[in-house]
């Protein structure tokens, strides 16, 4: 942020000492405003708008540690999550499985997820905390494996493999049949995923 704010210092002021102090004022503000949006967003993705700071903090951050310890994928998690809530909110027999699975049957999540679904005291709650994540958490995203498949296949004058992703992310809520492929991480076969700047 220092090296960007650097660059702008000829537009904030004429005076560099002037420039440079405007600057510093407001970087020193940077990260309290950063902290506060980042936990806000991550409220929003969990459907914690109207609870208190200190519990949206700690529920999030054990998320957090818990998708850490267990490698989970970070967007798989949320889209299953929903699925659970969903569950719960319709009484229908919720099958927790996948979400589960992917946190490897961890009691400590099962535990956290106990904990999450207490701090809504009614289906209504749980309910409009669905109708804020569902507006957030995609089912769908570009993952580098499906953009890779695009990419060869374009680079061979096949551009279907492209135009049947974009259609996909561009509707990235909207969980459809068939598209199970695109919702999940790259096979273990393909190894781990190292992306660049320039992808």
Partial sequence: MARFAESFLPLISEDQEVGVELATKTLHGFMNQYNRNWSKGMADKLGLTSLQVSETDEIISELLHLMESKEVD???????LIDCATAVVENSTVDDSSLLAIFQ??????????????????????????????????????????VEEALAAAEDGDYQPFEALLA??????DRKEGLEAYEHP??????????????
């Fill in 105 to 146: 049957n961890s009691d400590d999540f099962s535990s956290w997820f106990e904990k999450w679904k207490a701090l809504f005291s009614s289906q209504a709650e749980l309910q409009s905390a669905l109708t804020a994540m569902r507006a957030v958490n995609p089912v769908y995203i570009p993952r580098n494996h499906k």
């Fill in 74 to 80: 970070y967007t798989l998690c949320f889209s299953y």
């Fill in 168 to 173: 996909i992310i561009t509707h990235p809520f």
């Fill in 186 to 199: 790259a096979p273990l076969r393909l190894g781990r995923y190292q992306t660049f700047c320039g992808t």
